[in-house]
């Protein structure tokens, strides 16, 4: 410290250096803070309303209900479902079925569940006791295909309907009226 100088006295309560006494009086600086209290305020403020914003966007893209295709096209949902439904006999499912496919050179899996709609309830004797003709006529069935004939709608639709004609072939016709896919997974 050079000589003739005082130490500067520090006021406690406000952190202001004042001069020594003796000392001629020169005016006390205030050094700025960069961001006061009232600005950190105002950018907490912001980033809890940004949080928030994202909270809420985010559960609301969650939770939105997806229309159904009856709702997109129009017709009320009600009266589609109960025709639906009325319309369905009875259910024969039968085991999956796993078979190779070809994709180009390639070999791929189809896993697959088939059931029936069977006109009355007599017919499940029959396709007990035609299982096996009827799992084989499918397994068959499925091992000609490739991943080109079953990859879109108008192939799974024509896959469904030869199952149909191989059944109607062992049983007699009418007494299985539909061919559902409940399971269909290629990898």
Partial sequence: MPKGMKMAEVKKDSGAVTPAKGDQAQPVKKEKLPFSKKKKLIIAIGALLVVIAIVV?????INRKKPTADEVEGEPKGKAEK???????????LEPFIVNIYDN??????????????????VIPEL???????RDTILILLTTKTLNDIKDLKGKTLLREEILAAINKILPPGNVTRVYFTDFVVQ
């Fill in 57 to 61: 966007t985010v559960f609301l893209t």
């Fill in 128 to 134: 007990d006791g035609r299982k096996a003709l009827i």
């Fill in 105 to 122: 050179n390639e070999s791929r899996y189809l896993k697959i569940k088939v059931e029936f709609e069977i006109s009355e309830k007599e």
């Fill in 83 to 93: 025709t639906e439904v009325a319309d369905i006999g009875i259910i024969y499912p």
